[in-house]
């Protein structure tokens, strides 16, 4: 593994990074216009199987180890920083990456700074988007009559007593012409959904509602979404949406799944994590959320991904008991999820890094296939046709963005 050279150094905050990343291939992971954003690759490491998230933490420890970095910064994203997108399953044919970018640049808090890395010259340059476009999204291998029977069957099987809550996704499917600027996509969701995760690594791109973990000089903090339902077309309707939400026992029970397995795989780094007493609501452009915020102090030294190793997949994207929901989930998607659901974010020399769960997302294959996904959360109280229409709103900022 090459020896990395790191050096990181104040410039003037840009306006905007997404116009700074590749148009084909663009690395960012931003919210709220802050974030950091990659051009090129100095080093590229490339994981499958079970182990990928704990090979990623192993192999991410040496490349640390060996870099020398410069850093005048010394702030969130500064210094020697990797890209990473993880498949959710297993069994994925999909590769899981970690991306250490050429040069990254960053804005934090008022602050901007550009990292370059082996002595890296590219110039920093805005360039404009490329010309406008639009693609329809269809349905791919689970159309809505067949996601609504696997609903039924997912009924059927937590009504039996073999678990409790299971996940499931479909897809849709379209084509990006080629020559395709996909920073239009980005600049769509991160002008659209400000307070969402947006990112891009590896042709893997969307904007998540969900932090599956941030650590930060031995704190940690996450945030659990589970439970879910449309906003309202005015503000009376927008008010009853929510309340009904927050006090839906189907919906309860769903999040309760959730944060009870994210504390599960964060307690034995912590024993005083916790959790807020009771969900609130989280209103977003088009939907309401159930959340509760996570948060303590590491007591074993661990970094970013050794907690995303230990926390994925959680509730919220697999189920409960996690073994058996991925079971159904592999029985009743006929599909290979790739990345969505896995853990999307970046980690830094010292372990530290911001993680999301993959969600409101898309792959762009080498040859402009498109495929996104989008899931519901099935219960012993779920209806085919709610979850499929709560699929229809999580599809929505995939859909408008490219479409």
């Given amino acids: 593994m090459t020896d990395l050279t790191v050096e990181t150094r104040r410039i003037d905050p840009v306006p905007s990074l997404i116009p700074f990343s590749d148009p084909a291939h663009p690395l960012l ?83 901007g700074w550009v990292t370059r890395v082996n002595g890296a010259d590219d110039p920093l340059v805005s360039s404009p988007l490329g010309a406008e476009y639009r693609l ?45 600027d996909l920073r239009r996509v980005l600049l769509e969701l991160a002008l659209g959904y400000p307070d969402t995760w947006t990112f ?17 000089g031995g704190d940690v903090t996450a ?14 309707a927008d008010a009853a949406a929510a309340l009904e939400l927050a006090t839906s026992s189907k919906h309860l029970d769903e999040h309760r799944f959730a944060v009870e397995s994210v504390l599960a795989a964060l307690r034995p780094h912590g024993p005083g994590i916790t959790s807020t007493e009771l969900p609130f609501t989280l209103k977003l452009p088009n939907l309401w959320h159930l959340a509760s915020d996570v948060h303590g102090r590491l007591s074993d030294g661990s970094g970013a991904l050794d907690l995303v190793a230990a926390l994925h997949p959680t509730a919220a994207v697999a189920g409960t008991p996690t073994r058996t929901a991925l079971d159904v989930i592999r029985e009743l998607e006929p599909f290979d999820r790739g990345r969505y659901g896995g853990p999307v974010g970046w980690v830094d ?55």
């Fill in 200 to 216: 891009a690594v590896d042709g893997h791109l969307g904007s998540s509602p969900e932090t599956l973990v941030r650590v930060y």
């Fill in 223 to 236: 945030r659990v979404l589970a439970g879910s339902h449309a906003r309202g077309a005015d503000a009376d």
């Fill in 29 to 111: 992971f931003l919210r709220r216009g802050d974030g950091i954003a990659g051009i090129g690759e100095a080093l590229r490491l490339e994981f499958r199987g079970p182990t990928r998230l704990s090979d990623a933490a192993a192999a991410w420890r040496d490349v640390a180890a060996s870099a020398r970095v410069d850093d005048e910064v010394r702030i969130g994203g500064s210094g020697l920083v990797g890209f990473g997108a993880f498949a959710f399953d297993d069994d994925s044919a999909r590769t899981s990456v970690l991306i250490v970018p050429r040069v990254v640049i960053g804005r934090r808090d008022g602050v």
């Fill in 136 to 180: 329809p999204l269809h349905p791919g291998a689970l159309a809505p009559a067949p996601y609504r029977e696997a609903v039924r069957t997912a009924v059927d099987r937590i009504l039996a007593g073999s678990l409790e809550k299971v996940v499931l996704a479909r897809d849709l499917v379209g084509h990006v012409p080629a020559g395709a």
């Fill in 349 to 403: 020399q010292a372990g530290d890094g911001k993680w999301a769960i993959s969600l409101r997302s898309a792959e762009v294959d080498a040859d402009g296939t498109l495929t996104a996904f989008a899931g519901a959360g099935i219960v012993a109280e779920s209806d085919p046709d709610r979850e499929l229409a709560e699929t229809k709103l999580k599809f929505r900022p995939i859909a408008e963005a490219f479409g």
